[in-house]
T-cell receptor, first 113, second 113 residues
Framework: GENVEQHPSTLSVQEGDSAVIKCTYS??????FPWYKQELGKRPQLIID?????GEKKDQRIAVTLNKTAKHFSLHITETQPEDSAVYFC????????????FGKGTKLSVKP | KAGVTQTPRYLIKTRGQQVTLSCSPI?????VSWYQQTPGQGLQFLFE???????NKGNFPGRFSGRQFSNSRSEMNVSTLELGDSALYLC????????????FGEGSRLTVL
């Protein structure tokens, strides 16, 4: 079945710096790759997603890139702010699946003022 | 529009007991997924229901079961509780799964003593 690996597990940056989180997946038929943000004590929320027919997608300070050949996708956050501090989860839907997301183990991002 | 509601929010059980958790999805959402969240393991998929039918099941033992009612509300049950079942159980709803945004509830935190 699908396996999603996420790195790094923790990431600490200074306010204003960029942060990059990388994920790899195993199922070449996977076609949907969302990113969820979970602030401390709160529920995960979708921040951006990308489908397999697109190589890059941006939304203000966040962007996601997808390399289907290498089977990896990355989250890029520019001009980080303290409110970006959270756990970020990448996910993928296995090919042929009808709805279940397989999540990576998460990256705890700390943005220091 | 009301969000995803999970009950109870907190509960403590002892080994060998069973527990039932409830999830009310956003109105109009027909897909309900359940995830187990533990430190270091991220979000692990339990099962997904759509129109009262289980469409997908994760790699959990048969002690974990679920169901969905005609109003899309869902319940999950864990029998013969083990210490390792202590976790945050998150429910998520979406319009129809299939790569759509998941809306998570706040979770039910289960502690097994």
């Amino acid at each position: 079945g699908e396996n999603v690996e996420q790195h790094p597990s923790t990431l600490s940056v200074q306010e204003g710096d960029s942060a990059v989180i990388k994920c790899t997946y195993s199922d070449s038929a996977s076609n949907y790759f969302p990113w969820y943000k979970q602030e401390l004590g709160k529920r995960p929320q979708l921040i951006i997603d990308i489908r397999s027919n697109v190589g890059e997608k941006k939304d203000q300070r966040i962007a996601v890139t997808l390399n289907k050949t290498a089977k990896h996708f990355s989250l890029h956050i520019t001009e980080t702010q303290p409110e970006d501090s959270a756990v970020y989860f990448c996910a993928a839907i296995p090919g042929g699946s009808q709805g279940n997301l397989i999540f990576g183990k998460g990256t705890k991002l700390s943005v220091k003022p | 529009k009301a969000g995803v509601t999970q009950t109870p929010r907190y509960l403590i059980k002892t080994r060998g007991q069973q527990v039932t958790l409830s999830c009310s999805p956003i109105s109009g959402h027909r897909s309900v997924s359940w995830y187990q969240q533990t430190p270091g393991q991220g979000l692990q998929f339990l099962f997904e229901y759509f129109s009262e039918t289980q469409r997908n099941k994760g790699n959990f033992p048969g002690r974990f079961s679920g169901r969905q009612f005609s109003n899309s509300r869902s319940e999950m049950n864990v029998s013969t509780l083990e210490l390792g079942d202590s976790a945050l159980y998150l429910c998520a709803s979406s319009v129809q799964g299939l790569g759509g945004e998941l809306f998570f509830g706040e979770g039910s935190r289960l502690t097994v003593l």
